[in-house]
């Protein structure tokens, strides 16, 4: 803010408080003093404001005026000098006069010159103390001038929070500005900004949507008094750009590009638009996988480049864009061209947390692409060059967190997916952010799937639920998040073993099915959750509920060997409560050539299911050799799981069985001798 804004009430009312008689010396000298200071002469000004002092030492209207001459004077030239010497001639009115409060106001303004002058914090908490006692001196009938204090105050406020970073500072500028607005709703076009600023600001620090509105009235108050200002555009689309992130409301999105393009279209040099354009669209479509918003990101990068093509952050944008980019379409040549531009920049700028960030990403795509853990520990090598920039990067430390749960769910490494959690933590506690919210439950229910420890999949719940309170409308924007807490929920219930879970899980995949049906494979979880309540009640119409969405995801991927061994073993489960033996007959030969299909598929557990179904169907020999083939591709159940199997009931009373098992028990002594 220009510091001139804060004293213009006080300039007006400069000659009605000289008042000097005419015929005085001192008032002649005065006169003098300012002419030279309006005509630049800055000695001969002083010399004569000094003369006019030694004349008459106590007289405070003396050291008012010049101290607003020296004030106007150093914003005009930009000197310090001037500065200092106006806060001296203030200071010493202010004890001649201590009751008069456009002193008090004059001297905050010089106050907050010298505190922009000197980058230093002290000289705006000073400022506070002399606009403080003015609005206390005014009277309160005076409602244009509390109005025109209050203003000031807010404004100071606004400063001291610049350093302090404490958001108490922006809510006292919202209080003051708010107050301000109260007494006269006609304020100054900076007035406005500012009070939107400090809104904006305090918003990002607390999180909460009604001061982002807060701040877009503002801007908009600003923007009706100066409409072709760019600035307040900017402004107002960065705005949107919160609210886009804590809502994710189209709206927000559509809002937030427009105002951007009425920016740049009033400012297209301005490279700070383009820029916080480009970073929006890259996040949007990053965290969306929408290829729409990053070739709209690549086309903004091109246009900032166009005004400078040395600009090295909006190189890495949209270099990182690029890479998302292919990796959404399974282009490995647009990843490959990302990788080969980000290494020419970070040649030429390695001082920048934003742009390792950019870097690790295109590695990051690499990995995902390629299913490769080198490119993953690449990608975590850059960002942490990042984090040795700026510990307060906040992307940088998610991203780390995101590459560990990719390499801990790639290598089934439950270490490597726990490593990840201290990352979340930490991005999470430098911004709130209902993204990196939901990547840490995922985290978390995978870690507990992974250990078969409910404690990971019980703070997995809580946190996905954390996230769907705040974002109301997920089931239409993100059902990604609502299966993968589907399935949490469907893990849970086989520890718990109560209805409530698999009902609420079977309850979510139905709605993901209205939403998206092609979503990751919805028809095999829910069919698999399913028939987990069909198991734990023993109800058939599960069962055959579970079964109608396995035939349609082994429709969808046939050659699925996942899928078409758990359809197989909702097969047997149903035969186990039917009593028509022609029917029973019937799953038995289905489950089989599933077991059969899925064996050849490379899943080695089918084996053992196949030894369990001949033990139902009384194919004793064919049960032990399955048995036995199970071993031999080390695909067998703990010895405890197998003697508690019913499913090898009839086979576990054979002698043929009490052999196999005392040679497998002896040989896994050995092994662990």
């Not at 009033?266 to 929006?280: A, E, G, Q, V």
Request: a negative charge; glycine letters at 2%.
């Amino acid at each position: 803010m220009n510091p001139r804004n804060l004293q213009s009430s006080v300039l007006l009312n400069q000659n009605q408080l000289q008042n000097l008689p005419e015929q005085s010396v001192a008032a002649s000298l005065q006169a003098k003093g300012e002419l030279a200071l309006l005509n630049k002469h800055f000695d001969k000004g002083l010399d004569y404001f000094n003369k006019a002092l030694s004349l008459e030492p106590t007289n405070f209207k003396l050291y008012f005026s010049q101290g607003l001459s020296l004030f106007q004077f150093a914003q005009e030239k930009q000197q310090k000098k001037p500065l200092l010497l106006a806060n001296k001639r203030l200071k010493t009115a202010a004890q001649l006069s201590p009751n008069h409060l456009d002193i008090w106001q004059a001297w905050s303004s010089v106050l907050c010159a010298l505190g922009f002058s000197y980058k230093n914090l002290k000289y705006f908490l000073e400022a506070h103390e002399k606009i403080t006692q003015a609005i206390d001196l005014c009277p309160l009938q005076k409602i244009d001038i509390l109005a025109d204090l209050n203003a000031d105050l807010g404004s100071i406020f606004l400063h001291i929070a610049h350093y302090s970073q404490e958001p108490n500072d922006l809510y006292h500028a919202i209080q003051a500005f708010g107050k301000a607005a109260d007494l006269n709703k006609i304020l100054s076009t900076d007035v406005w900004k500012d009070f939107g600023l400090a809104c904006y600001r305090f918003a990002n620090f607390v999180n909460e949507g009604r001061f982002y509105f807060k701040a877009n009235q503002c801007f908009k108050n600003a923007l009706s008094l100066e409409p072709e200002s760019a600035s307040l555009w900017h402004l107002l689309a960065q705005t949107f750009c919160q609210l886009y992130t804590q809502t994710h409301d189209e709206d927000h999105f559509i809002k937030a590009d427009e105002y951007f393009a009425l920016a740049a279209q009033r400012s297209p040099k301005s490279l700070d638009i383009w820029l916080n354009w480009s970073s929006f669209l890259c996040e949007t479509g990053k965290n969306l996988s929408d290829v729409k918003k990053l070739r709209l990101c690549i086309e903004k990068c091109h246009e900032a480049l166009n005004v400078d093509p040395d600009h090295f952050l909006i190189q890495a944008i949209c270099a990182e864009a690029l890479s998302l980019l292919g990796m959404n379409l399974e282009r490995l040549d647009l990843i490959h061209e990302a990788n080969e531009k980000i290494s020419q920049i970070i040649e030429q700028k390695e001082d920048a947390p934003d742009i390792w960030h950019c870097y690790g990403s295109c590695l990051q795509c690499l990995g995902a692409y390629f299913k490769d853990i080198d490119f993953y520990y690449q990608a975590i090598e850059k960002f942490q060059i990042g984090l040795s920039i700026d510990r307060t990067y906040h992307r940088n430390w998610h991203a780390i967190a995101k590459v560990y749960t990719a390499i801990g769910d790639l290598e089934q490494d439950a270490d490597i997916l726990y490593s990840s959690f201290k990352f979340y933590k930490k991005a999470l506690y430098l911004k709130k952010s209902n993204f990196y919210l939901f990547d840490y439950a995922v985290a978390l229910a995978k870690l507990g799937e992974m250990k078969h420890e409910k404690c990971y999949l019980e703070k997995s719940i809580d946190l996905f639920e954390k996230a769907l309170i705040i974002q109301k409308n997920a089931i239409f924007l993100y059902p990604e998040w609502l299966f993968h807490y589907a399935r949490a929920l469907d893990t849970l219930g086989d520890f718990f073993e109560e209805e409530s879970y698999y009902l609420r899980s079977i309850e979510i995949f139905s709605q993901i099915l209205m939403i998206d049906p092609n979503l990751y494979d919805v028809h095999h979880h829910l069919a698999l959750a399913l028939s987990h309540l069909g198991e734990l009640t023993s109800a058939r119409e599960y069962l055959y509920r579970a079964i109608h969405h396995y035939r349609l995801a082994a429709k969808q991927e046939n050659e699925n060997d996942t899928v078409l061994l758990d359809f197989a073993l909702t097969l047997i489960n149903l035969s186990q409560h039917l009593y028509d033996s022609a029917e029973i007959e019937q799953l038995y030969r289905d489950a089989e050539q599933k077991l059969f299909t899925a064996s050849r598929l490379g899943n080695t557990q089918a084996y053992y299911h196949l030894a369990c179904l001949y033990s139902l169907s009384n194919h004793i020999e064919l049960s032990m050799c399955f048995l036995e083939k199970a071993v031999k591709v080390d695909s067998l159940p703990s010895v405890e799981e197998i003697l508690q199997d019913d499913w090898l009931d009839n086979v576990r009373t054979t002698q043929d069985f009490h052999e196999f098992l005392s040679r497998l028990e002896n040989s896994r002594n050995l092994e662990e001798y």
